[in-house]
T-cell receptor, first 112, second 117 residues
Framework: GNSVTQMEGPVTLSEEAFLTINCTYTATGYPSLFWYVQYPGEGLQLLLKATKADDKGSNKGFEATYRKETTSFHLEKGSVQVSDSAVYFCALWMDSSYKLIFGSGTRLLVRP | DVKVTQSSRYLVKRTGEKVFLECVQDMDHENMFWYRQDPGLGLRLIYFSYDVKMKEKGDIPEGYSVSREKKERFSLILESASTNQTSMYLC????????????????FGSGTRLTVV
């Protein structure tokens, strides 16, 4: 079946460090891919998306590129801030389904 | 600017009680979803609805039911609450488009943290 695998957290970084959170997927077909972010005490918010191979989604300094050859959608940011501390979820969507399939989430903690 | 509202942020209920979790959206979305979020397990889909009075089981429907009498409201019901239903419950909605609604993503509520004692 379709699934998403994320790196386990927590990921702890100092402010201005480079961030990578790995995400790989298994899907029969060509999914759309998403990153959602959940700040403390809040629901999830869409961070960025990519709908086909080689697309790059970007938002708020975060980027992720849809790599079909490696079935990956890794999240990157060049310089993290304390305010980026949150839980990040990778997700996929198939056209044949109404529902998003989420990874288990990766907690990011950024220290001043 | 609140778009998906869950009626309670925190709820404490006793084992065996019937529990209602309410979710209301004001965006005229067709699709609505209930997820539960547990550490290490991510988000798991309980039920979803793609139209009024329509419902579909998700991945973990056991012990739950849902009601969608109006387009804007989607209720999750725990028929007889148990301690293993202690969790964070997230409601979401999305716009239906031919082939899916991914262009708009999901809009989530802030969640209800339910504790069953």
């Amino acid at each position: 079946g379709n699934s998403v695998t994320q790196m386990e957290g927590p990921v702890t970084l100092s402010e201005e460090a480079f961030l990578t959170i790995n995400c790989t997927y298994t899907a029969t077909g060509y999914p759309s891919l998403f990153w959602y972010v959940q700040y403390p005490g809040e629901g999830l918010q869409l961070l960025l998306k990519a709908t086909k191979a080689d697309d790059k989604g970007s938002n708020k300094g975060f980027e992720a590129t849809y790599r079909k050859e490696t079935t990956s959608f890794h999240l990157e940011k060049g310089s993290v801030q304390v305010s980026d501390s949150a839980v990040y979820f990778c997700a996929l969507w198939m056209d044949s389904s109404y529902k998003l399939i989420f990874g288990s989430g990766t907690r990011l903690l950024v220290r001043p | 600017d609140v778009k998906v509202t869950q009626s309670s942020r925190y709820l404490v209920k006793r084992t065996g009680e019937k529990v209602f979790l309410e979710c209301v959206q004001d965006m005229d979305h067709e699709n609505m979803f209930w997820y539960r979020q547990d550490p290490g397990l991510g988000l798991r889909l309980i039920y979803f609805s793609y139209d009024v009075k329509m419902k579909e089981k998700g991945d973990i429907p056991e012990g739950y039911s849902v009601s969608r009498e109006k387009k804007e409201r989607f209720s999750l019901i725990l028929e007889s609450a148990s301690t293993n239903q202690t969790s964070m419950y997230l409601c979401a909605s999305s716009l239906h488009k031919e082939g899916g609604a991914f262009d708009y993503g999901y809009t989530f509520g802030s969640g209800t943290r339910l504790t069953v004692v």
